[in-house]
Each structure stands twice: as structure tokens, then as C-alpha cells.
């Protein structure tokens, strides 16, 4: 390795480390303006909460014992319906992709759907399904779903030509042809809709929660503004962070040991 | 010479909306074993459909393509290099056979000496990415021959190349082909190329695709693709081609 490139890597180097440095330090920063402000009662901690006002009540809902169970119910009810959803959804665009009389026809249903907000739905959804865990699930579910189809159909029906003349060149079967194909072709696109659904699903199961739940992070935020307990709203909001970067996360690095060929 | 493939009469109409749109018409041609066809003809011709045709992937209208011996295997190596970015040169190579129910221990190690013979053998477990674009033709000529094919049908192979790497691969190809003895019928646009390359050009009219000429190519040495490209008899070829096709834009 010449000098030149191992300056020129250590810049890079540098510059990376200067990124995330600045970054922890923003996040620092706003923190401690946050502590010092409500410290020195420079903004009403009532409406606004303050760091250590959080970290109290997360240790008195960790002493209640009702820290994880929260944790858990939100993280639960996401997982589920984000499994469901990412599933029913890839089925049915595979069915589009399939049969293209099908996809013509749910095409203008679909369009419909997407556009609806599907919180509109949840009053029907608590009638049809029941006040509890179910009516949440199924709402996120909805909201993912819709997306799946939309966006793996797009991916699905836009496999490259050639590549599909070459498989038919070996007589694929169509059958073949999905699974040597379109599956592996599309796997940057099914992670991609991973990422969105884990986000989408998360959405779905706090605005489930604000409207019937009994427990989860968003129940906590909806009974702490109801009490007007900012402190809790304010935890419950930083757990939810924290929740949906750890599975963002999780899909990022499956999606990393996946992925091998780049 | 033994003849291979008869096409009589060939005709291809495409129909879209607006109308519908002759493609080939009336192509009639005879394939000698071993023998290597190059067709040429002007951009938009129907020059590829007669390939995919060949190959079971397009519908004749009309017309009859006689094979010599029931379920002969063809062999399509298409215009992109087609590698699959996701396998590794092997299962690239294996496609074919995996596809069409022939992989088996001897065709796989068929497969993997053709890669080696053919000086890919460092690569052999490498992707696509890590290829330069000579070396994914050759792998994508290797995935045609792993089938064993009694034709290969070559559309517009090289034209995703540039010129150097084209002239290179070219005489790789050809000099694997030859090898390995296989009838060929390539496409291309490129007249230096079919000259160089068959032993047989036909040229085709604007569409709907006719015979317009048939050049039996002969030189003096059996050199090299690029080799033949600096003897006189190739400007002679070239320039009369040149002629037909021009007489039609």
C-alpha cells in the first residue's frame, strides 16, 4: 500500500469518526439542554417533561413490574402483525404476478385501499373483532398489507426481461421462473418492504392501542395524557424509540448476513 | 454435410392493438451440422424473432422448423449478459442443466471442466460483480454449452461490449465453438463481425424479415476472427454486404 492511500484512507476514516462524534454529541447536547432547562424552570416540566424525570418513571414502572410487560405486549403485537401482514401481502402480489387477469382486476381495489386511511377503519374494526389485542393486530396488519402488495408487485412485474427469456430458453416452467427468478431477483426489494412494514406495522399497533388497549406503550401514552402524566407520555414515546430502532435493526443485519453478493 | 435444421417458409406476424406487424416473412433456410451461420440485417428487422422462434420462447405463424432428431436441445445466449448477480459462476454456469432437470455429477463436472478448460477456474466460486465484461460473456457462453446444445443460437451476444473487449471475445468464442464442434446461428448488426466470424451469411431485408442475399464466406487460412479482419477478402465481403443492406435503409 503506498503513503498516498493510507492518508487517503485515514481521512476517510477521520471524517466517519467526526460524523458520529458530532452525532452522539448533538444527541448529548440535547439532552442536557433538556435537564437544564427544566432545572432551572425555564420551561414548564408539566407540559415538557425532563430527561430525569424519565428515567425516574421507567425505574418506578420497572419496580411495578409493568416496564417489560409493556415493552413486550407493543413488541408482540408488532412482530405479529408485521409477520402477517409481510406474508398475506407477498402472497398476493405472487398471485398477481401470476396471474395478470387477477392483478388487473384488484388493481383499482388496491389504489382504493392505499389511499384510504385505515384508522378510519378502527371504529368497525373494534365492532367486528372486539375491543382487545386482535382489533390492534388486525389494524396494523391493514396498514402493512396494502403497501406489501403495491410495492412487491411493482418489483415482482418488473423483472428483467431478458433474464425471464433466458430462463424460458431452458424451458423453465413458470413455477421455475418464480422461484430461480423473481424470489432471488427481488430480495433488495422484500427487505425494503421489511424496513417499511416494520415502521408501518409499529404505526398501526400504537394508533390499535390509543383506541382500545389496556396495556403496551401506546396504551401508557394514551393514559398519561388522559392524566395529563406528561412524564409517562414522554417515557412512553422514548421506549417506542427505542423499540422500533432495535427491530429496525435487527432486519438490517439480516438483511446484511442475507445478502452477500454486493 | 449432414443437415441439421430445416426452416421452410417461416412467417411471424405480431399483433398489438393498433394493428398487426409482419415480421418475417417466408424465411426458408437449411442448417448443415457444424456449420456457422451469422444473419444480418437492418436494426428492427425481425432478425431476433427468428431466434426466439428457434428456441420454443415465440410463437411461428406460419411455416416449419424440422429438426433431424426429436427434442433437440438449443442453446440461447442472449444480447445482455444475463448472469444472475446473486449466484456464483458455478450456479450460473449449472443453470441451465438445474432448470431443465439434467444436473446431475457428471454434467456438473462437465460444467466445471468447461469452466476451467476455459481459464475461469480462479472464479469459479466468485459473483458476477467481480467479472470483467469478457469474462461474463465467456461464463454466459460456458451456462449455453453446460446443456449440451446440438445448436447454438447467438443473439447479438457482444453488442453490450466494448469494441476491444468484442474483438476479444469474439475470438474466444469462436475458438470454443470450434472446439466443441457446435452448429451456430448468430444474430448481429455488426457486418465485420458475421464476416469474421461464419462460414455462412445471410442477409436480411428490412422488416418483414426476407432473404436478400446469401454469402458463403471462404478464406484463404482459417486464422483467428480478428486475424481475418485484415485480409483483403474481408473488405471485399464487407463491401458487398455493405451494398445490400445500404440499398435498404
Known sequence: MSEEHKVYLKKIKKKNRLVLITQIIVFILFIVLWEIASHYNLINTFLTSSPSNVVKTIISLYKEGNLFKHIFITAYETIISFFIGTLIGLIIASLMWWNNFTARVISPYLTILNSLPKVALGPILIIWVGANMNSIIVMALLISVIITIINAYHGFSNTDESRIKLLKSFKASKWQIFTNLVIPGNIKTIFNILKINISMSLIGVIMGELLVSKEGLGYLIMYGSQVFNLNLVMTGIILLCCLSIIIYYIIVMTEKKFIKYY | ?249
Open chain 2, 1 to 249: 454435410m449432414k443437415e441439421i435444421l430445416k426452416i421452410v417458409k417461416l412467417n411471424k406476424r405480431y399483433h398489438t392493438v393498433n394493428g398487426e406487424i409482419e415480421a418475417v416473412k417466408d424465411f426458408s433456410f437449411n442448417v448443415d451440422d457444424s456449420s456457422f451461420i451469422a444473419i444480418v440485417g437492418p436494426s428492427g428487422c425481425g432478425k431476433s424473432t427468428i431466434l426466439s422462434i428457434l428456441c420454443g420462447i415465440e410463437k411461428k405463424s406460419g411455416g416449419k422448423i424440422l429438426f433431424n432428431k426429436k427434442d433437440a436441445v438449443i442453446g440461447y445466449m442472449l444480447q445482455n449478459d444475463t448472469l444472475l448477480p446473486w449466484l456464483s459462476v458455478l450456479d450460473n454456469a449449472l443453470l441451465g442443466l438445474k432448470i431443465n432437470g439434467n444436473l446431475n455429477k457428471e454434467t456438473k463436472e462437465r460444467t466445471i471442466s468447461l469452466i476451467k478448460t476455459y481459464g475461469l477456474g480462479d472464479f469459479i466460486n466468485s459473483y458476477p460483480s467481480s467479472l470483467s465484461g469478457g469474462m461474463r460473456q465467456r461464463v454466459a457462453l460456458i451456462r449455453t454449452l453446460a446443456i449440451n446444445p446440438d445448436i447454438l443460437l447467438l443473439d447479438e451476444a457482444f453488442s453490450s461490449l466494448d469494441y476491444q473487449t468484442r474483438l476479444e471475445v469474439s475470438n474466444d468464442v469462436y475458438e470454443i465453438i470450434k472446439k466443441e464442434k457446435k452448429t451456430t446461428i448468430m444474430v448481429t448488426h455488426d457486418i465485420g463481425e458475421a464476416i469474421s466470424m461464419a462460414d455462412t451469411v445471410i442477409v436480411l431485408s428490412k422488416r418483414p424479415a426476407k432473404i436478400k442475399n446469401v454469402y458463403k464466406i471462404k478464406f484463404n487460412d482459417n486464422t483467428t476472427p480478428s486475424d481475418k479482419r485484415t485480409h483483403e477478402q474481408f473488405n471485399t465481403y464487407y463491401k458487398m454486404i455493405w451494398e445490400d443492406l445500404d440499398i435498404n435503409v
